[in-house]
């Protein structure tokens, strides 16, 4: 099921009475329309998905809160028709990132459109627009992205190859010995790195330089990174090792976007996400999970 395209338009305003998603099975195959009374089948369908789906609303309504209320607010099932970005494609952070890209009435247009299905009469009325406009406004935000979805060859796409156990194993390394010379060898000339839920991203080495060297590589910052998966990316959890104890704290999880050889995006997110992850706030000493 489609949740997180909801959550955005709920920041665009658009109501959940107005725009709610289809219900299915594996994500990407759509079941047909549920009837009254199905209800707790229609719960067991998308429970399993539920955590890779507050972490989308995460991403985009830069709370926590606010992405378990959104997510609630859009546990409602409704026969959608066909959608032109498979709901598998439509979850993962690089698709996130594109659609930050989009001014709110194209992003708005695209989502009723090609991820909920939407016909363009129907998106005019919701947006009290004409069909010319919505169609306009269409064509432009799915150029944007798709050229930003064609420039990013994820290694999600191959989830546990070699060659990303091999680049998140160099990544750890390079975090948990703070060489940052280490961790921008591992990044792409064009590289993306963005912090929600502030709304900048910086772009290219020499910029990732600079922000990871003030914040995440400050002198005396020691960390313990954890190896994990953030929806169908792999991701790694930071934790900040304690002066005073010897605990390590939650710091951060980052999810990695990345081609066969080099990272072309980070996502660092708050450690609020974390427990969600199955990972601890603190870790022992010596203890990993």
Known sequence: MTIFPISVLLRLGISSDRVDAGATGKLGARRPPKRAGDQNAFGDLVAVHSRELQVHCNRILGSLQDAEDALQETWCPRGGPAARYETTEAISLAFITALQLLPPRQRAVLILRDVLGYHASEVARMLDATQESVQSA????????DNNLADTNTLARQPDSVAEHRLVARLTDALERADLDALIDLLAADVRLSMPPVMLEYRGTEAARRVLAAVTFRPGLRYRV????????PAVALYLADPHTPLHHAYSLLSITATADHITALTCFTPELLPHFGLPRTLPATDRP
């Open 138 to 145: 269409l064509k432009r935000a799915r150029a944007t992205v």
């Open 226 to 233: 954890i190896p994990t998966r953030a929806n169908t990316q």
